[in-house]
């Protein structure tokens, strides 16, 4: 699950509600601002961390 979970259109469950974009989007917009999201199992969850850069002191 650890690779596919951010790949479009994948969910966990078959039945589960939603297109299974949500993930794909997050990590799309987090690269662009040369970020990254972290993906951690925990348990019965997940933890999901986003890390983006300070912006620059403009003065």
């Known amino acids: 699950m650890r690779e596919t979970v951010f790949q ?3 969910r ?3 039945r589960a509600q939603g297109s299974g974009l949500g ?3 997050v ?3 987090a690269e662009a601002y040369r ?3 972290d993906y951690r ?3 019965a969850g997940s933890t999901f961390e986003i890390r ?3 912006a620059a002191a403009t003065d």
């Open 23 to 25: 993930l794909a989007i």
């Open 41 to 43: 199992p925990n348990g």
């Open 52 to 54: 983006l850069p300070l």
């Open 35 to 37: 970020g990254r999201v």
């Open 12 to 14: 966990n469950r078959a």
């Open 27 to 29: 990590r799309a917009v």
């Open 8 to 10: 479009p259109f994948q």
